[in-house]
Structure formats: structure tokens, C-alpha cells
T-cell receptor, first 112, second 114 residues
Framework: QKEVEQDPGPLSVPEGAIVSLNCTYSNSAFQYFMWYRQYSRKGPELLMYTYSSGNKEDGRFTAQVDKSSKYISLFIRDSQPSDSATYLCAMSETSGTYKYIFGTGTRLKVLA | DAGITQSPRHKVTETGTPVTLRCHQTENHRYMYWYRQDPGHGLRLIHYSYGVKDTDKGEVSDGYSVSRSKTEDFLLTLESATSSQTSVYFC?????????????FGPGTRLTVT
């Protein structure tokens, strides 16, 4: 079993929909949680990060962490065709080495 | 743009030849990382550096070596390339201003070993 699990998709939604992207993990020591967006043939771009549990909002994006369930989510409101990309989750322990474990990514398609 | 460049951006090489990929940053970040990205595996850490001349192995380090003689440069070397090392390689940086957990990625190097 992988430390971080992420549904590969593709997930297709109509423009304007609310998108929910999720990751589950098995290591209870993870404290830092990040979401990246990756366009085709580009490097990952940091979207959101959260520390420990709770919610964080930035514009149309909301990141949510539920440590009791070992589950994190990224919500995208009013989705746009420009949101079409692969979304990667990443997690790290507080070990000080700052090594990150990545999910395999969910491919999102927002249809105009 | 986090000020990270990678060179070359594309490379085709033959099995058994040595290959060196370069990552250059202009942001004075302390930590630098090399990842490979393959379908079905996501991003996997090869090596990382936590300072000049300070490096450590990641989960897929076999067949790779690294060097960091200056803060701004992190080199990844494939001593004798194999077809299994065909991949997209990403450099990442973190650790500016005491904030270490935000990682920023370069544009990637697409390597094909024939």
C-alpha cells in the first residue's frame, strides 16, 4: 500500500462546477500538506499548503485537512477550463529533513 | 516564477553513457531536490541537498549521484544511463527566509535513454 493514495481520474466537470479532489494517507506523522497544479509538460506549481488540521481558503480554492481520518481535500469553486490540469497532493513529516511524499495526481478536465 | 532553471530541457542518450543534469536557482534557497516523474508513480525523490556539500538519498537513488558545490547549483549525474532511467526529471527548491516546507519546481528535463 502506498503512503499516499490519489484517484488518477480523469475527472470531467462542466464549467462553473465545484470540484472536489482528495488524497488519503497512512502515515499519522504527516504534518504539512500541499496541493500542486501541473499543466501538461510543465513543472508542478504550488497552489496551497496547510499545517496540521483545518481549512485554508485562497480565492476559488479551499484546502481541507482531516487528520483523524487521514484525508485531505482541495475544493475548486466556479471551475474554469483553465483549471484543467493534473492536481498533486504532497505531504511531509516534521522530521526536519523536509522530504515530501507525493500522490500520483488526479487529472481534471473542465468542459466549456 | 521561483527562479529555477534546468538544463538541458531535452536529452536523448544511449545506454551506458554518463549524463549530467543541471539545476540552477537564483533565490538563495537552502534545500534543493531532484525528482523523477513517471506515469503511475508520480513524483519520486532521487536525492536532496540541505546545504553546500550536504546531500542525502531519496527513495530511488540507485544509479544516481549528486553534487552541490555552490548554493545555486545542484547537479544530478547518471553514471551509466539505462533505459529504466528514461523519465522527466524535476528540480525543486525550498527553505528561503526560514520557511522550509514550500517547494517550488523547475520546468523539467525530459530524458530518453535508447
Amino acid at each position: 500500500q502506498k503512503e499516499v493514495e490519489q484517484d488518477p481520474g480523469p475527472l470531467s466537470v462542466p464549467e462553473g462546477a465545484i470540484v472536489s479532489l482528495n488524497c488519503t494517507y497512512s502515515n499519522s506523522a504527516f504534518q504539512y500538506f500541499m496541493w500542486y497544479r501541473q499543466y501538461s509538460r510543465k513543472g508542478p506549481e504550488l497552489l496551497m499548503y496547510t499545517y496540521s488540521s483545518g481549512n485554508k481558503e485562497d480565492g476559488r480554492f479551499t484546502a481541507q485537512v482531516d487528520k483523524s481520518s487521514k484525508y485531505i481535500s482541495l475544493f475548486i469553486r466556479d471551475s474554469q477550463p483553465s483549471d484543467s490540469a493534473t492536481y498533486l497532493c504532497a505531504m511531509s513529516e516534521t522530521s526536519g529533513t523536509y522530504k515530501y511524499i507525493f500522490g500520483t495526481g488526479t487529472r481534471l478536465k473542465v468542459l466549456a | 516564477d521561483a527562479g529555477i532553471t534546468q538544463s538541458p530541457r531535452h536529452k536523448v542518450t544511449e545506454t551506458g553513457t554518463p549524463v549530467t543534469l543541471r539545476c540552477h536557482q537564483t533565490e538563495n534557497h537552502r534545500y534543493m531536490y531532484w525528482y523523477r516523474q513517471d506515469p503511475g508513480h508520480g513524483l519520486r525523490l532521487i536525492h536532496y541537498s540541505y546545504g553546500v556539500k550536504d546531500t542525502d538519498k531519496g527513495e530511488v537513488s540507485d544509479g544516481y549521484s549528486v553534487s552541490r558545490s555552490k548554493t545555486e547549483d545542484f547537479l544530478l549525474t547518471l553514471e551509466s544511463a539505462t533505459s529504466s532511467q528514461t523519465s522527466v526529471y524535476f528540480c525543486a527548491i525550498s527553505g528561503q527566509g526560514g520557511v522550509s516546507y514550500e517547494q517550488y519546481f523547475g520546468p523539467g528535463t525530459r530524458l530518453t535513454v535508447t
